[in-house]
């Protein structure tokens, strides 16, 4: 069974400081893996997907990485803003119909 | 605006009642499905539909039933609520989750008295 894990739970940082998302997955026989945000009381918005035979992605200020054979995705958000501030939950896709979630890391970022 | 509409957005059951939660889109993705979410736990599977007329199951989906008899609408139901079916359903949808990824409703807050 995949388990996926995000660490830290929770995560401060100062305006302006780069931001560093971490995602591990046990089975690297992954589709692909998906980034995404939730805003408190919202539902999940898509950031970043990141094929299995990629490396990594980027829009904007966000870069993902993959690395399958360690089993871990980064996320990075450069030069955070108060609106970053949010929950960002990791998923691999598993096969083509099922997404496996890991708990997310909540991010406050302090004016 | 096209996405991923679900209704209602809160409801309060007493236990032992029956309801349907409601999921539509109107992007013609073949893929829809419904998850619930915990707190302090990643998103789980429900049950899941790869396209009109078939369905399975996900990783928890005892007291949960769906149908798709539409592209368009993949419905949610309640058999006889728990205390434990407290949490947020959330349902998605995708047109080849390989290449695209999903797009997720704002998602139901369903509290079990």
């Known amino acids: 069974k995949q388990e996926v894990t995000q660490i830290p739970a929770a995560l401060s940082v100062p305006e302006g400081e780069n931001l560093v998302l971490n995602c591990s997955f046990t089975?690297?026989?992954?589709?692909?893996l998906q980034w995404f945000r939730q805003d408190p009381g919202k539902g999940l918005t898509s950031l970043l997907l990141?094929?299995?035979?990629?490396r990594e992605q980027t829009s904007g200020r966000l870069n993902a990485s993959l690395d399958k054979s360690s089993g871990r995705s980064t996320l990075y958000i450069a030069a955070s803003q108060p609106g970053d501030s949010a929950t960002y939950l990791c998923?691999?896709?598993?096969?083509?119909?099922?997404?496996?979630f890991g708990a997310g890391t909540t991010v406050t970022v302090r004016a | 605006n096209a996405g991923v509409t679900q209704t209602p957005k809160f409801q309060v059951l007493k236990t032992g009642q029956s309801m349907t939660l409601q999921c539509a889109q109107d992007?013609?993705?073949?893929?829809m499905s419904w998850y619930r979410q915990d707190p302090g736990m990643g998103l789980r599977l429900i049950h899941y539909?790869?396209?009109?007329?078939?369905?399975d199951q996900g990783e928890v989906p005892n007291g949960y039933n769906v149908s798709r008899s539409t592209t368009e609408d993949f419905p949610l139901r309640l058999l006889s609520a728990a205390p434990s079916q407290t949490s947020v359903y959330f349902c998605?949808?995708?047109?080849?989750?390989?290449?695209?990824?999903?797009?997720f409703g704002s998602g139901t807050r369903l509290t079990v008295v």
């Open positions: 998605a949808s995708s047109p080849d989750l390989l290449w695209v990824g999903y797009t």
């Open positions: 089975d690297s026989a992954i589709y692909n």
């Open positions: 990141i094929q299995s035979s990629q």
């Open positions: 998923a691999v896709g598993i096969n083509d119909y099922k997404l496996s």
């Open positions: 992007m013609n993705h073949e893929y």
């Open positions: 539909s790869v396209g009109a007329g078939i369905t």
